[in-house]
């Protein structure tokens, strides 16, 4: 029967045993501190990292509204200009304008028109 006495002590002699072995490689102090620093080294520029990450982005510059407005309405200018220049004239299908003889002539037609449908005009 095995009691939690013998089984502590078996417990102590595999940590003994592992320890035994741990020391037995071929690490020295010197290559411990290597190690020890390469980490630390690490861990610092995660924490840079991490920092920039975590930074709100413009946080205490100064920032001139007007002015980004101003760029702002620039920017949509030149939009608005490109669109305007990129309008091919063919795509425009105006009705054409009726010079001014024509407009007479058609002026002097509903004239003539009107008078003969006065009641009593014959033509």
Same mark, same amino acid.
């Given at each position: 029967?095995r009691?939690?006495?013998?089984?502590? !002590?078996? %417990?102590?002699?595999?940590a *003994?045993k592992?320890l035994?072995?741990?020391h037995?490689? @071929?690490? #020295?102090? /010197?290559?411990?501190?290597d190690?020890?620093?390469?980490?630390?080294?690490?861990?610092? !520029?995660? %924490?840079?990292?991490s920092? *920039?990450?975590?930074?709100?982005?413009?946080f205490?510059? @100064?920032? #001139?509204? /007007?002015?980004l407005?101003?760029?702002?309405?620039?920017?949509?200018?030149?939009?608005?200009?490109?669109?305007?220049l990129?309008?091919?004239e063919?795509?425009?299908?105006?009705p054409s304008?009726?010079t001014?003889?024509?407009?007479l002539?058609?002026?002097?037609k509903?004239r003539?028109?009107?008078?003969?449908?006065?009641?009593?005009?014959?033509?």
């Amino acid at each position: 029967m095995r009691t939690r006495t013998t089984e502590g !002590l078996e %417990n102590m002699g595999f940590a *003994a045993k592992a320890l035994e072995g741990a020391h037995k490689t @071929d690490w #020295d102090i /010197d290559k411990v501190h290597d190690l020890m620093d390469d980490i630390a080294e690490q861990q610092e !520029l995660a %924490n840079e990292i991490s920092g *920039a990450i975590s930074s709100p982005m413009g946080f205490g510059m @100064d920032i #001139d509204e /007007d002015e980004l407005l101003a760029e702002l309405e620039d920017m949509e200018q030149e939009d608005i200009d490109a669109q305007i220049l990129d309008i091919p004239e063919s795509s425009i299908n105006l009705p054409s304008v009726p010079t001014a003889y024509q407009r007479l002539q058609l002026s002097m037609k509903m004239r003539k028109t009107w008078r003969n449908s006065l009641p009593g005009r014959q033509n």
